[in-house]
């Protein structure tokens, strides 16, 4: 197939063959972090800007990692450090970084949707890094390829979701792509942090942890985001980890012995993922860390590659 | 419109990758450092036969990989098709050994010198020799082969296409003929 979008946006705009295709680059990239020389000229005078509004550790890193290892140049930005704080817009700022030559802007924004005011205003690639609650593309791309890897497959592949769905674009994102790709997923979270409707999405809905977990064959953990809790809708720390904190007693109980967790980080030990279940031999967390790199690769190449891009 | 002569068939193919496993261990002095890297798609393929054949005449394996150069290719911008990225799958260090580097057709030269950037940063080789079961000339970069199949002088609007069981289902090597374009 022809990858012909200048963009990554979200999951929920990309065809199954899309979503297969971007899986299978990532596979043939992932070979190049393996290397002694762990670089490829690909994207040899390019330049990727990481325009990060919001605090990021592993995402912007992964990010940068990944172009510098296609030998694209990379800035970073954080807006805390720039002239955002002087009042600037989101497509003013772009539309500078376009006029500085720039080939694809990262964006991380708190507001849903800002990757799509941002692309409609310049010509250059835009990539999702994360908008507000709306989708985290690359993480859910990581995810599914990280279960691929796993499990040779997606289709008939029961994944159960656990934690803040309502806040969560992990969430949304992995639910988007599980489904168009044949997976039976299931959310699960106190009901104050299941969103309105969310079962339109084609998932099914529990608020018991040992049911989410009995059919399943992975459990994908999401971080508790207190700082989102603006309206003192979260439970407190223990109570959550008393009914929903993943345990090794709870996986025990499990019909799939070698159910996998995954966790996009950072991970809140003792919260919504017992410490000895975070380094137990199930847990593929830091695999998820080391496929990003290859997803991430695949993305930005498929992006500078696309006819529509410059 | 296009014409099609069929220049080489599964017996001469064969009778050729033969007639090159020889002088590749005539040439090395046997199999003492030698390995055999494949250009995907039908470089690979070639470069799995030959190791066949090197075992069968010398009774010893020699290490077989397979790279992929789209991330090294100086036309990414300007190809018409799209590429797609393969896997390289090299699961042996090359430094110090003589690589015989394998590919289909030899023409402008460009994909052996994105293999050769490719190779440099797996290892560091003793020696790169270049094994081609076609050339068809018209050299765009100072590139030669050492070891040659068959040597086919074509005009730029000709294309050689090979094909091979293992993608195509049949081995042979034919000259399409673009008769639509001005000769």
């Not at chain 1, 670089?39 to 325009?51: F, M, S």
């Not at chain 1, 656990?162 to 299931?186: E, F, P, Q, Y």
């Not at chain 1, 090794?248 to 967790?261: C, G, H, M, Q, S």
């Not at chain 2, 450092?33 to 190791?51: D, K, P, V």
Request: a negative charge; charged letters at 25%; proline letters at 4%.
């Amino acid at each position: 197939m022809k990858w012909t979008r200048k963009d990554l946006l979200g999951l929920e705009y990309l065809s199954k063959e899309e979503l297969e295709f971007i899986l299978a680059t990532a596979d043939s990239f992932k070979e190049v972090s393996t290397r002694e020389i762990k670089k490829v000229p690909a994207l040899r005078g390019k330049t990727v800007v990481n325009l990060f509004y919001e605090p990021s550790t592993r995402t912007r890193v992964s990010f940068e990692v990944a172009a510098k290892r296609l030998s694209a140049d990379v800035i970073n930005i954080a807006a805390e450090t720039s002239s955002v704080k002087k009042g600037e817009t989101l497509i003013d700022t772009g539309k500078n970084i376009q006029a500085l030559k720039a080939d694809i802007i990262v964006l991380r924004n708190s507001f849903s949707g800002s990757p799509f005011l941002l692309s409609r205003h310049v010509d250059i690639s835009v990539i999702n890094a994360g908008d507000g609650w709306h989708e985290h593309p690359t993480q859910a791309l990581l995810d599914i390829f990280t279960l691929k890897e796993k499990f040779g497959r997606i289709e008939g592949l029961n994944v159960s979701i656990v934690g803040d769905i309502a806040h969560s674009r992990v969430a949304r994102s992995n639910i988007w792509g599980l489904t168009k790709l044949g997976a039976k997923v299931t959310v699960c979270a106190p009901p104050m942090l299941i969103p309105y409707a969310i079962e339109e999405m084609g998932v099914r809905i529990t608020h018991d942890i040992d049911e989410a977990l009995y059919e399943a064959d992975a459990v994908n953990v999401l971080r508790m985001q207190f700082e989102r809790d603006q309206q003192n809708a979260f439970p407190e720390h223990i109570d959550y980890f008393r009914q929903y904190g993943i345990t090794r007693e709870r996986l025990d109980k499990a019909k799939n012995k070698n159910l996998i967790v995954m966790h996009p980080g950072p991970i809140n030990r003792g919260i919504e993922l017992a410490s000895e279940v975070a380094d137990c031999p199930q847990s593929v967390i830091l695999e998820q860390v080391t496929n990003g790199i290859a997803v991430r690769m695949a993305v930005l190449f498929l992006v500078s590659q696309s006819e529509n891009s410059q | 419109m296009k014409e099609k002569t069929k220049i080489l068939d599964k017996e001469s193919i064969n009778r050729i990758l033969n007639r090159m496993a020889h002088e590749i261990l005539e040439k090395n002095k046997g199999t003492g450092e030698l390995c055999i890297i494949g250009i995907r798609t039908h470089g690979a393929f070639l470069a799995s036969r030959m190791g066949t054949r090197i075992k069968l005449i010398e009774n010893k394996e020699v290490p077989v990989g397979i790279l992929d150069i789209t991330l090294y290719r100086d036309d990414l911008t300007l190809i018409s098709s799209q590429p797609v990225v393969h896997k390289t799958e090299i699961d042996f260090d090359i430094t110090g050994k003589h690589v015989i580097l394998v590919d289909d057709v030899l023409y402008t030269g460009r994909t052996v010198r994105a293999a050769l950037d490719a190779l440099v940063d797996f290892g560091r080789p003793t020696t790169i020799q270049l094994a081609v079961l076609i050339d068809r000339g018209h050299r765009e970069l100072p590139i030669r082969p050492d070891y040659v199949g068959k040597n086919i002088p074509t005009a730029q609007q000709e294309t050689i296409e090979v094909r091979m069981e293992e993608s195509e289902g049949i081995d042979e090597v034919v000259i399409i003929e673009k008769s639509h374009l001005p000769s």
